[in-house]
């Protein structure tokens, strides 16, 4: 628990397992962040992996348990020393089990529980036998390589040719050029490796907000920069070693309602983290063509559906799911 900010809920956790017996049987009641969030992970990964974790009860925000708190909470039961093989999971009026391994090969490296239904765990499950955006060698994930603060001297109000390019210029399809901000690049370079300088500067990318509201129906939107652009760290950027046709191919996938609802039901703020971007399954980029999206009348994102092997009854789950989520204000974070 004594990763990131402190937080009594998880030091009081700790304190109650080891004041418990061998054996003995706990409940508890705490926000559901503790398994969500990356800094409850080792916490997370002790109540799985050393106990018998056998419930977990959401509450979604709205719920309104306590008077004055506006989270979402989970009551769990827990038995100290055990093995967990499977949990029961209730939300709203659904029951249904999950089990530790189904867990593990979703969620590899934290763990994560997140508060979804039996049709999305199979889902999920379906999608992450595709391999992960970080297993992919050519691939290059970034956050943007110039620091607003650090590197606040190179930014000019002059024209030089290299434009900065905020997070708050990325909108749906373009980036709006509504700050009037460029770079003295040469300045700039100095300060940079040459691993940047051969695969990312001078170079069409991918880049997408690096803050995106938590309560946004679309948490994911890349857009292409132009190559004379130089990216701030409000943004990301995704480039590829191997050429064009990777990013073009990325461009459909990271934008579909698939992996927007597969990055959503895993990130718990405001931020689009590189590490969660990685986590992202993609399909193998040689194993489809452009040409399946250029189709006059194509629905991209029933495209992108069957090319992760979802069946239609799922398809229109995702689909319709984000029809659901549409009809939500939306805000943007600048």
């Known amino acids: 628990s004594i990763e990131g900010m402190l937080n009594y809920y998880q030091i009081s956790i700790e304190m109650i397992i080891r004041l418990t017996k061998v054996n003995g049987q706990i409940g508890i009641i705490c926000p559901s962040s503790l398994f969500a969030d990356l800094t409850s992970a080792k916490l997370r990964k002790y109540l799985l992996l050393m106990n018998r974790l056998s419930f977990i009860r959401y509450y979604s925000e709205s719920t309104k348990l306590f008077d004055n708190v506006a989270q979402s909470t989970v009551i769990f039961y827990l038995q100290k020393g055990c093995k967990t093989d499977s949990i029961k999971i209730e939300k709203s009026n659904n029951s249904f089990e999950v089990k530790l391994s189904t867990i593990k090969n979703i969620f590899s490296t934290n763990f994560e529980i997140p508060l979804i239904d039996k049709i999305e765990w199979s889902i999920l499950e379906k999608i992450s036998k595709h391999k992960m955006l970080r297993q992919m060698p050519f691939i290059r994930n970034r956050r943007g390589e110039l620091d607003l603060t650090q590197h606040k001297s190179f930014i000019t109000s002059k024209n030089t040719g290299w434009r900065l390019v905020r997070g708050n210029m990325i909108s749906e399809g373009s980036i709006f050029d509504k700050n009037g901000e460029y770079v003295n690049v040469s300045e700039f370079l100095n300060k940079k490796s040459t691993d940047y300088k051969m695969y990312d500067y001078n170079s069409e990318r ?6 995106s509201n938590v309560d946004l129906h679309r948490r994911l939107k890349f857009v292409f920069c132009e190559r004379t652009d130089i990216i701030g760290n409000s943004c990301n950027y995704i480039v590829s070693t191997r050429g064009q046709d990777d990013l073009k191919k990325l461009f459909y996938l990271l934008n579909s309602s698939l992996l927007n609802w597969r990055f959503k039901i895993s990130s718990s703020n405001n931020h ?37 092997g979802l069946t239609e009854g799922e398809t229109n789950y995702i689909l319709s799911m984000q029809k659901k989520m549409k009809q939500v204000v939306e805000y943007e974070i600048v």
Do not use: A, H
């Open 272 to 308: 689009v983290n590189n590490y969660e971007l990685d986590e992202l399954p993609i399909v193998e980029l040689d194993s489809f063509s452009l040409s399946n999206f250029l189709m006059e009348g194509s629905v991209i994102d029933k495209i992108v559906c069957k090319l992760y």
């Open 206 to 211: 991918l880049v997408c907000q690096q803050i």
